[in-house]
C-alpha cells in the first residue's frame, strides 16, 4: 500500500504543481490546464484510437501514424467510453496503468531484498516522470510488464506470457522483453511446458506487422514510419553518437535541443550500466532485456526518446534502490538532483515548449 500511496501522492502533487503555477511563470498558453496535456504524441495516439491505421485521408494523411502500437490506443478508446475527453481519457489510463505498474515493481524490487516502496519513490521523481502521467504508453507497458517478469521470477509462465504478450502491443520495447523473458526461462526453468506462453508475445507482435500489411502491402510499415516520420534509421552506434553529439554541442540550436541531446547521450550511458550491473549480479534476462533497447536506441540515425525509455527499465530503478537503501547520501543527492528536473520536465511539457 506504501507504493500505491506514494503514487497517488505523486499525482496530486503534479496536478497542484501545474494549476498553481505554469501559467503565471512560464507565461503559458492561456487554455486551461487539461489543453496542456493535449500534446506532441498524445494526439497521434488519439489519432489511432479515434480513427485506426486506415484513417487517412479521410480524416488526416499522416501515414506515419503507423509507427504507434496499438495497445495504448484501444485501451484510451475504451476509456474513452467512460471519460468522454479523449485528453481526460489518456490521463485516466495512465494514472490507472501507473498504479498498477508501481505496486508490481515494489513487489518485484522485494523479491530482490529491496525496498519496494523507495523503488517507487525513485521512479515517480525520474526527470522524465511527467510521461508517466501524460497521455503515453509509458505507464501502460509498465503495467503489463512488471507484473508479467513478476509472474516469470515466481514460475508463472502463463501468466507471463500473457502479461508479456500485452507490452508487446503497447511498445516495441515489448519484443525486447520477451527475448529476456525467454533468457529467463532458459537460466531458470526450462521447463518445456512454458514453451507455448513463451511465443505470444511474439504472435502478438506478429499479429499487428500482418496488419499493418494488410493495410498498406508492406511488411515493415512500422520499421517505415518510424523512417519516413521521424528520420529513424539503422546505422553504426559510433556514427548515431557523433550525431547525437554533434547536435549537443551546435550553435546552430537553441540551448534547450542542445541539452536534450546531451542528455541522451547520458541515458544511453545510464542504460549500458544497468546492463553491466545485471550481467555482475547474474541477472541474465534483465540483462537481455536492457541491452536489447539500449542497442536498438544507440543504433538509430540520432538519439531519441531514450530518455522516456529509462522508465521501462525496470532494473535500473531496483539498482538504484539497492544502492540508496545502503547509501542514504546517495538517496538524497538523487532526490535533490531529480526533483528539479522533474518540476521542470512538466512544467515545460504542459506549457508546450517540450523538446526531447
Known sequence: ??????????????????????????????????????????????????????????????????????????????AHWLVPSWTAAGLLVSFVAGAVAVVWLARLAELDGVDGPLAVLLLVLSPYAVFLAAGYSEALFLACALPG??????????????????????????????????????TTSRDRRAIPWLTLPFLALAAFMAYLHHLSGDWLRW???????????????????????????????????????????????????????????????????VGLSVAALATSTVYLSIERATLLWFPLWVLLARAAAARPWLQWGYVVLATPLMVTGVLTFHDGRWVG
Open 149 to 186: 517478469w513478476y509472474a516469470a521470477r515466481r514460475g508463472r509462465w502463463e501468466a507471463a506470457g500473457a502479461l508479456v504478450a500485452g507490452a508487446a502491443l503497447v511498445r516495441i520495447s515489448g519484443l525486447f522483453l520477451a527475448i529476456g523473458l525467454v533468457v529467463l526461462w532458459l
Open 1 to 78: 500500500m506504501t507504493a500505491l500511496r506514494t503514487w497517488v501522492a505523486s499525482r496530486v502533487a503534479l496536478a497542484v504543481l501545474v494549476l498553481a503555477g505554469i501559467q503565471q511563470v512560464f507565461g503559458g498558453r492561456g487554455d486551461g490546464w487539461l489543453a496542456g496535456w493535449d500534446s506532441w504524441d498524445v494526439t497521434l495516439f488519439r489519432k489511432v484510437a479515434q480513427y485506426g491505421y486506415d484513417g487517412y485521408p479521410a480524416h488526416y494523411a499522416d501515414r506515419d501514424i503507423a509507427a504507434f502500437f496499438p495497445g495504448f490506443p484501444l485501451v484510451l478508446r475504451v
Open 223 to 289: 520499421q517505415h514510419a518510424q523512417a519516413e516520420g521521424w528520420g529513424r534509421h539503422l546505422t553504426s552506434p559510433i556514427t548515431a553518437l557523433r550525431a547525437t553529439w554533434d547536435a549537443a554541442h551546435s550553435s546552430a540550436l537553441s540551448p534547450e535541443f542542445r541539452w536534450s541531446y546531451g542528455a541522451q547521450i547520458v541515458c544511453v550511458a545510464v542504460g549500458l550500466l544497468v546492463v553491466v550491473a545485471c550481467l555482475a549480479r547474474r541477472e541474465w534476462g534483465e540483462a537481455t532485456y
